[in-house]
């Protein structure tokens, strides 16, 4: 099922989106300060062109980091890159996929698709420090989390 609604949203708007992603990786790419960003996008032009399957978790989740000083920093400067990324491509991202998830779920076939849209639309605005992963390992991060959440809150 995952593969027939990849190959169908691919078709029907996934790949453009995925082409938005793409040139906004590559206007980054050509400045050197925006390499942080031209990861984000390729992570997420990847995640726009085959949805079905996958998710996004946040990288300190994924590599359980602590806190640190360089953690902190990479923080920061991951948080005003964001803030560029959002008032460049971001927002024009956030809309054609609001957009395109209201009218996909004005049908009932639609609504997955629309579903989709909203989930991409929610990363569009802040996509550094974000990694696109399979469902499955983004459950065993999310449950990661949880049981170290809950040990803490035990101790």
Not at 132 to 147: I, M, S, Y
Request: glycine share 8%; charged share 15%; proline share 3%.
């Amino acid at each position: 099922m995952r593969f027939a609604g990849n190959v169908i949203w691919f078709v029907f708007g996934g790949a453009v989106t995925a082409l938005i992603w793409l040139v906004g990786a590559l206007v980054f790419a050509l400045s050197i300060i925006g390499l942080p960003l031209t990861r984000a996008a390729i992570e997420m032009a990847k995640m726009s062109a085959w949805p079905f399957g996958k998710d996004v978790v946040h990288i300190r989740d994924l590599d359980n980091k602590t806190l640190s000083t360089r953690t902190a920093l990479t923080g920061a400067i991951g948080f005003l890159f964001n803030v560029i990324w959002a008032c460049t491509f971001g927002l024009a991202l956030f809309l054609a996929y609001v957009l395109h998830g209201i009218v996909y779920c004005i049908t009932i076939i639609g609504i997955p698709f629309g579903l989709q849209c909203f989930k991409l639309a929610a990363i569009s605005l802040w996509p550094v420090g974000r990694r696109v992963v399979t469902l499955e390992l983004a459950k065993a991060v999310r449950e990661d989390k949880a049981a170290r959440a809950l040990a803490s809150y035990r101790s």
